[in-house]
């Protein structure tokens, strides 16, 4: 890439930051300049987020036809799978499965939910409502 | 309670900490291309079955760790590693060695990284920092990717020491044990053993998946993916294969620009005109996986999404690498004086 090809499409990043790029300068030798982003990138990290959304409504939706729990929901929201809400919450990954499923989510004591609540950064009544109010 | 430190910005974390690092002990000759090209850095891997964020797992570099490793051992400098069960332990040890004048890597998530912006905030936990320093609550933390050092709370810093998942740090922290100087000598010896590691790396690695072969394997999937998994999914994939090339710290192109400069610098040291010359294929290498990320950035946001791109797509990475591999043989056919 050639120094003067270096894109500067500001995205998130570089509003708080430069990103070092190396680059070929006019004799061809390697120098380092500063991108405050690059479209390509920054697209595809929408379209990452988007994917979130849609996993985030999406178990919205089940949970409402109860055909899930709501730490699916939080699961999705925090964009975390459950592998690290097992990791956190010190549940085992079968365990987390199981609390996915809402008959037996309704049956889980307080002290369960609030492993789920704290991991969350909810409260037991958010967790369970579903109502969340992030600023 | 502060180290004499200079922050220091580089391409790629790791990369960063590790010129730093060294750079604190006495090797002023260390660069983020030397680091690099000496940790043998450069790499391709696709692992099919596994998912990460729910996309494919494609890395453009080698196993975290291994550059400060690798890169510290070629220059005879003694590495600390140390990984703990308990956060109590793992700041009582931080906060000796900064008594002791030293600044620490951490390995860290980046999930509760606060002075990270929201849009990068994923549950990544091989990230790596040095701290060092704290005053009042705050630990002084130079993160290689920002321009500026920051500052963590001891609370924020232990939460990303012990971020849980895929590679959980366990609050690991290295440093190298003792200054040391570094004669040219050994400079040219770990740039050529690094050279060599790298071509066993990309020509010779066993299996379809990795090295040159893995870029082969990934062009080849690439094309099946818009009926496999359908344009919206086959979008989303090549989304995550343009970040793990071009998102922060790889210098863009996948790494392949920093081996380029690697390269010319190992020039200095080696005045092998072939190194020029492989300097430049490396480049064309990263302007291919450029223009890919291209094509790839016009498939996700549905510009364009026919078969025929997705062929096109593959025919980038079979020419990156075409070129990696010519470029690799080349530098294996190197005569190093002795």
């Known amino acids: 890439m050639k120094k003067e090809e270096i894109p500067q499409d500001l ?54 036809n109860r055909e899930a729990s709501p730490i699916l929901f939080f699961m999705e929201l925090r964009v975390m799978d459950i592998g690290i809400v097992a990791a956190y919450t010190g549940f085992w990954k079968w ?19 609030t492993r789920y609540a704290a991991l969350f950064e909810v409260s037991l009544e958010e967790l369970k409502t579903m109502k969340v109010h992030e600023g | 309670m502060k180290v004499d430190f200079q922050h220091t910005q580089a391409a790629h974390c790791e990369n960063g900490v590790t010129t730093s690092l060294l750079r604190h002990h006495g090797v002023n000759q260390i660069t983020e291309p030397l680091a690099f090209g000496i940790g043998s ?26 550059i400060f490793n690798r890169t510290c051992k070629a220059l005879g400098i003694p590495v600390e590693r140390k990984k703990f069960s308990s ?35 994923f549950h990544f936990n091989a990230h790596n920092i040095i701290v060092f320093g704290k005053e009042e609550d705050q630990y002084l933390i130079s993160d290689p990717v ?20 895929a590679f959980a740090p366990r609050g690991q922290l290295y440093y190298p044990k003792e200054k040391r100087e570094v004669t040219t000598e050994q400079m040219k010896k770990a740039i050529r053993s690094g050279i ?12 379809p998946i990795a090295g040159i072969n893995g870029i082969r394997f990934t062009a080849k999937r690439i094309s099946k993916w818009r009926d496999k998994l359908g344009p919206k999914k086959a979008g989303s994939y090549l989304a995550q294969l343009v970040r793990m090339q071009e998102e922060i710290g ?46 790839a950035a016009g498939i996700y946001k549905g510009r364009i999404g026919s078969q025929a791109d997705f062929d096109q797509m593959r025919d980038y990475l079979f020419a990156a690498a075409e070129v990696e591999k010519n470029a690799f043989q080349a530098l294996s056919k190197i005569k190093w004086p002795a």
């Open chain 2, 196 to 207: 060599k590691r790298n071509i066993r790396d990309m020509l010779h690695i066993p299996g």
């Open chain 2, 146 to 165: 920002m321009e500026m050092a920051t500052s963590l709370s001891s609370y924020e810093l232990q939460r990303v020491r012990f971020a849980k998942g």
């Open chain 2, 41 to 66: 850095g450069l790499f391709f891997i696709y692992i099919p079955f596994m998912k990460i964020n729910n996309g494919p797992a494609i890395a453009f570099r080698t196993q975290p760790g291994l």
């Open chain 2, 87 to 121: 956060p109590e332990q793992a700041e009582k040890i931080l906060l000796q060695c900064l008594a002791e004048g030293r600044p620490v890597g951490c390995q860290v998530g980046v999930y509760y990284l606060t002075y990270f912006p929201k849009e990068y905030r």
């Open chain 1, 95 to 113: 365990q987390v499965k199981k609390h996915l499923k809402y008959p037996v989510f309704e049956k889980l004591s307080d002290a369960k939910l």
């Open chain 2, 250 to 295: 790889t210098g863009g192109g996948g790494f392949r620009f920093i081996y380029a400069a690697f390269l010319q610098e190992a020039y200095a040291y080696h005045p092998l005109e072939e190194l020029v010359d492989i300097s430049k294929q490396f480049t064309q290498a990263g302007d291919i996986w450029r223009s890919a990320a291209v094509q």
């Open chain 1, 11 to 64: 995205g998130a990043l570089g509003k708080i930051t430069g990103e070092v790029c190396y680059v070929v300068d006019e004799s061809g030798k390697y120098t380092t300049v500063l991108s405050n982003g690059w479209e390509v990138k920054s697209s595809a990290l929408d379209v990452a987020w988007k994917d979130v959304e849609q996993r985030i409504a999406a178990a919205a939706e089940k949970v409402k």
